[in-house]
């Protein structure tokens, strides 16, 4: 034990340490994550504003988006700083909020995914019901909830991080500070750490995609016993785009947070899913497959291009 030092800042490794390679790392990442602020500001603007989209369905829709903001603004903007410098490091401070942060978003997401799987089941199979049932002070309801659920995983698992003594090694195999890479580094027994955390996850993915599981196995019942074609198929499109969401989100952070972690370049392939892709498509996934999204975009354009050629031409009065 003489020979530990206790540090006080951790180096990232990140994704390569070849310079090139750095460059068009950074120059990906950056427009994913612009892409990622517009698609999902373009998301929170267009339900806002449109009053045709004032429904618990888009109330969800947009919290969603405004997460997935959060989200990938826990991890991008430190993965693109360390990018463009040499010394890549970050205080344990500093590791453990991002951490604090990574877990309440992801956590928060699954909660949210759940209370909108409830969302399409009122939906299909309570249609004449569904403003009653989905009334706005329960579906403020279930996003506070949400976040709620969230933020005691995170600082559950956070509290527990300050037990540990981080010594030796400060080297974490990993583009962010993700509770699974930093246990390997702890000179004290992580084991009641590690146990916390798969729990936990365990817990929470399980119970959010055991209700997912459930309102789609009556959204299935309720499709396939429609008599129309027609209502089956707006059915189908409707749910098929948190479908692919769930999908996406779980398959990815379930593999991250329930196996024991072995810094593999496949665990930083899975994180990047669920922590920057995820975050990027959720946006283009609803707007490309809901009509009613897409109409209301087309609102706003136009009604942006009419105020556009309106302003021009009271400039060309005054001019005149």
Known sequence: MNNLTTFTEFILLGLS????????????????????????MVMILVIRTDSCLHNPMYFFLGHLSFLDI?????TVPKMLQDFLTQKKTIS?????????????????????????AYDRYAAVCQPLLYTVVMSRP??????????????????????????????????IFHFSCELPSLFPLSCTDPTANKFLLSGSSTFLGLLTL??????????????????SSGGQGKAFSTCSSHLTVVLLFYGTALFRYIRPPSGSVLEQVVSIQYSVVT?????????LKN??????????????????KQGFSAWCSTRE
Do not use: D
Request: glycine share 4%.
């Open 17 to 40: 340490t070849k310079p090139h390679v750095q460059a068009l790392l950074f120059i990906l990442f950056l427009v994913i994550y612009l892409l990622t602020l517009m698609g999902n």
């Open 138 to 171: 329960l579906c403020t309801a279930m996003v506070s909830t949400a976040w709620v659920m969230g933020f005691l995983n995170s600082l559950v698992n956070t509290l527990f991080i300050y037990k540990l003594q981080f010594c030796g090694s400060n080297i």
């Open 70 to 74: 959060c989200y990938s603004s826990v």
């Open 291 to 308: 009509q009613e999204v897409k109409a209301a975009l087309q609102r706003m354009l136009r009604q942006q291009m009419c105020s556009s």
């Open 210 to 227: 055991s209700l997912i599981l459930f309102s789609y196995s009556k959204i299935i019942s309720a499709i396939l016993s429609m008599h």
């Open 279 to 287: 975050s990027l498509l959720n946006p283009f996934i609803y707007s």
């Open 92 to 116: 344990v401070w500093g590791c453990i909020t991002q951490s604090f942060f990574f877990i309440l978003s992801g956590g928060t997401e699954a909660c949210l995914l759940s209370a909108m």
